[in-house]
């Protein structure tokens, strides 16, 4: 599959068009940000072949820090019923004061430069994200001066899967803006699972259903969540998701 994939941007797509209409909002939509066959291809990818993990923050034992804990299948095995339980709903107490997050991913950057999965197709996918054709791409649209890479994970939202309200802010303000490239099809309001945008009085301005082939670029200093999927979702919600960012390059994938 690998040796298959033809990694390239639409060429249809106009990033002078998109450009525009991000400076009026800060957010736009691509739809067919690749091309069909491509988007069928990193679909089955993100569906078929990952190691999945279970993502969700724990505090310091100080309490002053946060610890995000990637939990394998295998860890999952090893744990057991009841010890994965009570991690679970500590992450549910803390969420009802509306800090937290419940996913599976796959951190692709960390798997590139950390060597995960020699050979697996999802590192031609990383390399895409970091290379000219898409960091530029990222630049046009945003109008930032510099972007020098992408971050990028893989995720999926299942039945109780979230991400509260929050916002992104880098360490030196080095995040541009936030990216994701939804793999999603026939995905219905009431499953929730969607993106957010959250005002100052807590009001949701706008929300967006997750969708195929579509690349949403935003300003990750608005307030932003990520509503909980139903226990009644017919499937996962599928997405890569990431920053374009100015700050040095790092390893291979930078």
Sequence with gaps: MSE????????????????????????????DVFEPELADQISAILRDTLNWRIVFPEPTPGGDGEIVVQLTQQDVQRMGRDAISAQIGAVMQRAQKNYGYLYDA???????????????????????????????????????????????????YARGHFLTRHVDEGHDQERVAAYTLGFTRNWQTDWGGLLMLVEDGLDVSRAFLPRFNMLSIFDGRRMHAVSPVSPFAGEGRYQITGWFRNDAPAGAAG
């Design 4 to 31: 298959s994939l033809n990694l390239r941007l639409n060429p249809a797509l106009d990033a002078a068009h998109w450009a525009s209409l991000y400076a009026q909002e800060k957010l736009v939509q691509i739809p």
């Design 106 to 156: 796959y951190p692709m950057i960390q798997a590139y430069t950390s060597h995960w999965d020699p050979g697996h197709p999802v590192h031609r996918i990383t390399e895409f994200l970091n290379s000219p054709e898409f960091l530029q791409f990222g630049r046009t649209v945003t109008g930032a001066p510099v972007v020098t890479k992408a971050d990028a994970q893989a995720t999926r």
